[in-house]
């Protein structure tokens, strides 16, 4: 007897619906466990991640009420007791709160006339490439200050030229030391072109303005003019 189409139709169905069950009951048995495994891996994975990140906080926490403590010491007049806390913080894993205290360290020995002390704490800074960069440009130029006397001042150009730019966040204090550095080198045409261009900028301080006009005038520069140029273009 011939069997109708639509039963001939459901037999079909039902044998690759019973493959399909077969085919899935086969992937499980062998990648079932793996699967678990994984899963299970993955959700430890994320909860380490949870627990590291919580005592990341903790610690950046902590290290910040510590540097506020040693803050709080150096106004203090209390500048040992500020020291031994900025000692622990200079060996932290997080790169601003070791760059501050390292900062901070160089301050104190300053304070103490101890410019090599300073210098090395200052250039610890700027050679760590963790560190943002315009905190290492501002290191290099504090480390740059504190040798300043003992450099050649082609040592002080070739540190600071690439800082003492329009635009630079740091461009009034290391144009300074570029253009005093020019002028111990005789290149007083140099030294007031730098000058004038403190001068001009906007985003100089006053005081820091004024200076650079000063300079700029004694160097046959007249920055005054030349800025108010500028202003009426």
Same mark, same amino acid.
Do not use: C
């Given at each position: 007897?011939?069997? $109708? $189409?639509? +039963?001939?139709?459901?037999?079909?169905?039902?044998?690759?619906? !019973?493959?399909?069950?077969?085919?899935? /009951?086969?992937?499980?048995?062998?990648?079932?466990?793996?699967?678990?495994?994984?899963?299970?891996?993955?959700?430890?994975?994320?909860?380490?991640?949870?627990?590291?990140?919580?005592?990341?906080?903790?610690?950046?926490?902590?290290?910040? !009420?510590?540097?506020? +403590?040693?803050?709080?010491?150096?106004?203090?007049?209390?500048?040992?007791? *500020?020291?031994?806390?900025?000692?622990?913080? *200079?060996?932290? &894993?997080? !790169?601003?709160?070791? /760059?501050?205290?390292?900062?901070?360290?160089?301050?104190?020995?300053?304070?103490?006339?101890d410019l090599r002390g300073a210098a090395t704490k200052f250039s610890q800074v700027a050679t760590d490439a963790s560190v943002g960069q315009p905190f290492r440009d501002l290191a290099l130029i504090r480390q740059t200050t504190a040798e300043f006397d003992t450099l050649k001042p082609e040592v002080v150009i070739g540190r600071l030229?690439?800082?003492?730019?329009?635009? &630079? $966040?740091?461009?009034?204090?290391?144009?300074?030391?570029?253009?005093?550095?020019?002028?111990?080198? &005789?290149?007083?045409?140099?030294?007031?072109?730098?000058?004038?261009?403190?001068?001009?900028? $906007? &985003?100089?301080?006053?005081?820091?303005?004024?200076?650079?006009?000063?300079?700029?005038?004694?160097?046959?520069?007249?920055?005054?003019?030349? /800025?108010?140029?500028?202003?009426?273009?």
């Amino acid at each position: 007897m011939a069997v $109708p $189409p639509n +039963t001939d139709a459901a037999f079909l169905r039902e044998v690759d619906e !019973e493959l399909r069950r077969d085919q899935l /009951a086969k992937a499980w048995r062998s990648y079932g466990k793996v699967a678990i495994v994984a899963v299970v891996l993955a959700l430890v994975a994320f909860g380490g991640w949870l627990v590291w990140r919580s005592q990341q906080l903790t610690s950046a926490g902590e290290q910040g !009420e510590t540097l506020s +403590t040693a803050y709080e010491d150096v106004l203090g007049a209390h500048p040992e007791a *500020a020291q031994e806390k900025l000692t622990k913080l *200079a060996g932290s &894993n997080i !790169e601003g709160y070791r /760059a501050l205290a390292l900062m901070s360290q160089a301050d104190i020995l300053l304070q103490k006339n101890d410019l090599r002390g300073a210098a090395t704490k200052f250039s610890q800074v700027a050679t760590d490439a963790s560190v943002g960069q315009p905190f290492r440009d501002l290191a290099l130029i504090r480390q740059t200050t504190a040798e300043f006397d003992t450099l050649k001042p082609e040592v002080v150009i070739g540190r600071l030229r690439g800082i003492a730019v329009k635009g &630079n $966040p740091w461009f009034g204090s290391a144009g300074e030391l570029v253009a005093i550095s020019y002028l111990r080198m &005789n290149r007083r045409d140099l030294a007031g072109t730098l000058f004038a261009q403190i001068a001009r900028d $906007p &985003n100089m301080s006053e005081t820091m303005r004024q200076r650079a006009v000063q300079m700029a005038g004694v160097l046959g520069v007249d920055a005054v003019t030349q /800025a108010k140029d500028q202003k009426s273009q």
